[in-house]
């Protein structure tokens, strides 16, 4: 008796023991060595104490590195030449950022599978189909033939290496643990592909299958109407009747028909709005100081740890500040002695998808110019965790890969040829984007600007200039496939060459504006030009509401100042209000209403058109627009994968097609007004409302209606700031809404001595452990800035400074 139970204890505490070593699933970490004293998350508590001097010693270095830390623990590197100061910022970003530099290379190489499991197949698949890898090894192997961008790119790597190679299983990151794995050795494609993520985020949806869907089920004649090639209002980003002073290229010639027998099933990444941002630049006339000021504030998704990492780059031809892509070498966004420079969208056209038609089920050969072409093939091997390994052929034509397949059910094809969706994409170009920021950070002028951004393919941004020398100017700026009208605007056929894409508009023929009469320059993602520049470069951009409300500060302002730019970020004001609220309420008359409907009405009225944290005004415009909307659009538009038409769209129907036919609701007996829409969608607002939040009061305020929350980046539970109050909207300047906001608030004065400011919502450290990880964020959350530390030389004294670290050679 007694040896079996001793058997049964030893079994069970070995069971046990397996348990705790065993990690089960993506979601729960092996307990035993993640609570483990020796190597587990206790490891990863930060100490505040802050030792002032130190010194490391690392392979590779070709002289000594003074790095000086900020209250922030914000690195400002002081290098001797090139080499050594790359190196140093890999060395640096990856003490704070590792493994957010791990995961999302793993997302953009199709490579999660094999740490998260079986879950994350379905990503890994897509991106490795949409060439990904592809496009980062073309990427990367044109980077490496330029001298200076092989010295960036293989010390960066290599100071990345320092890091990792330095670490015990002890110091990994707390994720690593979290998740059971340990960081690899970074590879220089691991660069290119943080930019590949980059363009994905930013160019890398589409509307051109919901487009094909509208053309076939309404007719081009409704197509046209409903989604015009462009806005019924706007403001472009080039002032409008700008002259061109070029011989623009003759345009391709269209196909003859539109391609409206789409068979594949596909389901490509969305177009968010949101994920854009604000720039401007306010010309010395206008300033109180007499020179230029610039402001940035990207808007992109919110997380811990933020997006960017701060740092200052200091070497022989350059003293750089500003953010960088934790995984890329150089500054991104930022500001030198002499120029400054911030990016937003553009949101071009430089996705689309083609409709292939391959011979049989080998897919060897498919349709092309009234031939069979051979098709090439490459397997991409995907490994999952506790999984077998995935072995996905993916087939490429001239196009790009072939993202999308189903069997053709249609007439006009036999049954069971497989009819496919390739993919050209400007993430497969070849490119050396990294050059154009070499350059920009070492610009001294607006011929330098104008240099860099020669060398910049995608994704396509709208980068904002200013100057000592008082230049300011805007460039909507990348490599532009030339197209004919609303080329990629619906599924193209990929059996006809007229569908190609047919080389570039020039790089000097790209929309730029310098110095203008008016005294500033804007953009918010709206239109790039007014309708006389010659080339396509999309039929949609987001609406001009930001847009607009920035130039109308702009244009009255005098005697600007950095915080006169700070306000214009946190501006919460609704032009979408302004447009379409009057109507509204003048439509709604003097609708017999009860009691709680006219509270809210009275409630309403008095709404200065903020949103604010604490109005309830924005809450209740909101909710009923929302509700007027979806009446006028669902019963045509909802389902059977359908983009609705846009909200521009709607307020021109609003404003002025009181009689139009989509008023109607198809799936109801009676005929529909726009009056009584108008009231059934208020008082649906007003239910919806009282039925979420009681009646009307606090709970009822903007702040709290709206979701507004930080997560973190690998949406792990308690780790992530959540949900919060505050104000702003997708359409109003301070673009904060869900998960997406400012990634980077910047403003730089420009002037004999340059003074930037700027703040990240979240802090430098990527350790939830550390107290780095989120300092700066009551600072974001408060709509303020901070002076930025720009130092000239490694022995510059600054109250600011708290710590130094010496690096030398072995």
Known sequence: MRATKAIISVLATAALIVGLEVKWSADIPAIAPFLNPANGFWQNGDSKHIIKQRELKLDGLQ?????????????????????????????????????????????????????????????????????????????????????????????????????????????????????????????????????????ETLAGGTQSPEMTNVLRKFGPDTTKDLFPDYPFREDPI????????????PLPKASADLLTTLVSPIDPQPKVEGLGSNNWAIAGSKTKSGYPILANDPHLNLTLPSIWFQVQLHAPGIN??????????????????KVSWGVTNVDADV????????????????????????????????????????????????????????????????????????????????????????????????????TALSQYSGPAQNFIFASADKDIAITVNGKFPLKYKDQGKFILDGSNPNDDWHGWIPFEQNPTAKNPARGFLSSANQSSTDTKYPYYLNWSFVPYERGKRINERLRVMTDATVDSMRSIQNDNYSIMAQDALPMMLDLLGKTNLNADQQIVLNHLKKWNKYYD????????????????????????????????????????????EHSSKWIDNIKTPERETLPMLIVNSYKAAVDQLYKNHGKPGEAWEWGRVKSTYINHLGNVPGMGLGNFIAGGYGSSVNALIDGHGPSWRMVVQ??????????????????????????????????????????HSATESSKRIVSTLTLSSK
């Open 750 to 791: 420009m002037g004999p001595t340059v003074q930037g400011y700027g703040i990240l919502p979240g802090g430098q450290s990527g350790n939830p452990g550390s107290v780095y990880f989120n300092d700066m964020l009551p600072t974001w959350q408060a709509g303020q800035l901070q002076p930025l530390v720009f130092l």
């Open 63 to 199: 002289g000594k590195v003074i790095i000086r830390y900020d209250e922030h623990m914000i690195p400002h590197i002081f290098a001797g030449n090139d080499h050594d100061l790359y190196y140093a910022q890999g060395y640096v970003t990856a003490t704070d950022r590792l493994w957010q530099m791990d995961i999302q290379t793993r997302s953009a190489s199709g490579r999660l599978a094999e740490v998260v499991g079986p879950k994350a197949l379905g990503i890994d698949r897509h991106h490795r189909r949409m060439g990904m890898v592809y496009g980062a090894e073309k990427s990367i192997n044109e980077m490496m033939k330029d001298p200076k961008l092989e010295v960036m790119i293989q010390a960066y790597t290599d100071g990345i290496n320092a890091y990792i190679h330095s670490l015990w299983p002890r110091d990994y990151p707390l994720e690593f643990k979290l998740l059971g794995y340990k960081p690899e050795a970074w590879k220089p494609i691991d660069c290119a592909f943080l930019l590949k993520q980059m363009t």
């Open 613 to 656: 944290a604490n109005s309830l005004g924005a809450s209740i415009f909101d909710t009923w627009w929302h509700k007027f909307y979806g009446m006028i659009w669902d019963d045509e538009f909802g389902g059977d994968g359908l983009v609705p038409p846009s909200r521009d769209r709607t307020v021109k129907l609003l404003l002025g």
């Open 320 to 337: 750089v500040n500003g953010v960088s892509i934790p995984g890329a070498p150089g500054v991104i966004i930022g500001y030198n002695d």
């Open 351 to 450: 996705l689309d998808y083609y409709q292939i038609k391959f011979r049989d089920s080998s897919r060897n050969e498919y349709w092309y110019k009234n031939k069979w072409n051979n098709t090439t093939k490459r397997v991409e091997r995907i490994d999952v965790r506790n999984a077998e390994t995935l072995f996905d052929t993916v087939v490429y034509t001239h196009h790009g890969p072939v993202v999308y397949e189903t069997l053709a059910q249609r007439p006009e094809f036999k049954n069971n040829v497989p009819v496919a969706c390739a993919v050209r994409w400007i993430a497969h170009e070849r490119s050396k984007d990294l050059l154009a920021f070499y350059l920009l950070n070492r610009a001294q002028n607006y011929d330098d600007y104008r």
């Open 238 to 249: 080039i002032p409008e009747d700008t002259k061109w002073d070029f011989q623009a290229l």
